[in-house]
């Protein structure tokens, strides 16, 4: 078993629903920005993608990155237990893939696909 699951599955019941607390508020305050929005758009990283042969980029905004520095963006929407899509929508100056990411309310999932769709055919209609 690994290290995390032996530390999850020493925690009591208590403990559990306590680490849980941050989350359910982080769900609310989204709960009420969803009620006056349809969805959120957004960078799915503060950097464009880095070389294949690296597990993460070496600087964000000039400066160096910690080893999970470029997922700052996507955990507080999995904490929060809302749907969410990723994906490429151009390239940065170094030709690296930008990502977008799209984030709906509970039970939104088809109103976000459906934007997805919407902006993959806008992003890929060629510039004139």
């Known amino acids: 078993i690994g290290v995390q699951i032996e530390a999850g599955l020493s ?3 208590t403990a559990v629903a306590r680490a849980l607390e941050p989350s359910y508020r982080l769900r609310g ?9 349809d969805l959120l758009i ?9 070389p294949h042969d690296r597990l993460g980029p070496e600087t964000i905004g ?7 520095d470029h997922a700052a ?4 929407f999995n904490h929060a237990q809302l749907p969410a899509l990723s994906m490429p929508c151009g390239t940065g ?3 690296f893939p930008v990502g ?4 709906g309310p509970c039970g939104s999932d088809m109103t976000i696909l459906t934007a997805a769709l919407r902006a993959e055919t806008i992003l890929s209609v060629p510039a004139t």
């Not at 957004?42 to 880095?50: D, H, K, R, S, Y």
């Not at 000039?62 to 999970?68: H, I, T």
């Not at 963006?73 to 507080?76: A, G, I, L, V």
């Open 73 to 76: 963006f996507t955990p507080r």
């Open 62 to 68: 000039a400066k160096p990155a910690a080893s999970r």
């Open 29 to 37: 305050a989204l709960d009420q920005l969803f009620a006056g929005y």
């Open 100 to 103: 977008m990411q799209i984030i």
């Open 42 to 50: 957004g960078l799915t990283t503060p950097c464009t993608a880095w």
């Open 11 to 13: 925690l009591s019941g």
């Open 93 to 95: 100056r170094q030709g």
